[in-house]
């Protein structure tokens, strides 16, 4: 056996860390298909065509896999949002609030509301998405700062942008069981004018 | 037999009227604690101090149960919200928009949530908690429309309340987990500050 280098272990990290995202985007899907009941490690491992034991090893437990899984969704979307405005608000701050407020339409939404109510009666997960809430919201909240070129040391300027996510967190939650599309078209569009007036001040 | 009059049937209504709501209330309570999951009529009549029977005789399936359980307690706080303000925003709009966002933090609301959430995954239950949701959105919005003083003939003016509901939901999913009421308290300092500005114009 000859010393194990950067080159020979190469290939297999890269497929375990293809099968770990694989897992990841199972599990998002899978919570927001069929709830926390529905959504156990087998089943996921399905999905995405992995042995269970493969999907224990990267997850040893049902917590770990899908508090990861919505971890990991929640920084590639933070990412690509970043990546559509590279110049922040100078672009547009309206397309910025309505950028934002997509975040939370989509199936990562559903995902996560799915784990937070299972969470709010489970307490073993419950201490694992409250952490997990409070990194991904400050992240959303800086990303959103960053994007709407807000200067925080304004006064009432953070809760302004903390208020804005609210609103987004609330617009998904309406699109839960009904496509709110037309409304929130509407309510995007007046609230971004709000806010643009806010911040410009 | 003699003829049931008014007088003979109307104790035995209100015994009726006070199981019904018992049963809804204990509903309420049920859904914000144990979820949809641990909901079911069983453990709701236990609750309530009320034969399965009985109470299956006013609710014959759990989701008529769990779906007027929502809209009752949902109108009693509505109730209780116009009483509050009985001279509208004359008395003060950041009150009442400190008031709306109020409604959507405690038992009520956790219920609610339980209530769509579980309606996301589960047909049958989808259509009926669609149509309340429907219906409760639409109470809610005429009550904050009518407290704040809101001239909906305005350009933008039903969107403005609109937003302001989304973002007291999206203040009650942030609380479901750990407890927000400072942030919470300073988020709508702030936007009842933007609002009472939008809304002077």
Same mark, same amino acid.
């Given at each position: 056996m000859g010393a194990v280098t950067a080159v020979d272990r190469s290939p297999k990290q890269d497929r375990s860390r293809a099968t770990r995202q694989r897992l990841l985007e199972a599990a998002v899907a899978c919570l927001a298909e069929h709830g926390w009941a529905g959504s156990t490690v087998s089943v996921v491992a399905e999905r995405a065509g992995v042995s269970r034991g493969a999907a224990q090893h990267h997850f040893p437990t049902r917590e770990d896999l899908f508090t990861a899984a919505v971890e990991y969704v929640a920084e590639e979307r933070s990412t690509a949002l970043r990546a559509l405005f590279p110049d922040g608000a100078a672009g547009d701050r309206r397309a910025v609030v309505a950028a934002l407020v997509d975040l939370y339409t989509g199936p990562l939404f559903r995902a996560a509301l799915h784990l937070w109510v299972a969470a709010s009666n489970e307490d073993q997960l419950g201490a694992r998405v409250t952490e997990l809430e409070a990194r991904v919201g400050r992240e959303s909240h800086r990303a959103a700062v960053e994007l709407l070129g807000?200067?925080?040391? $304004?006064? $009432?300027v953070r809760e302004t942008v903390q208020g804005l996510l609210d609103m987004a967190r609330g617009l998904g939650l309406a699109h839960l069981l009904t496509d709110d599309t037309a409304r929130r078209g509407r309510v995007v569009a007046q609230w971004a004018d709000i806010l643009d007036r806010e911040l410009a001040d």
């Open positions: 807000a200067d925080e040391s $304004g006064p $009432g």
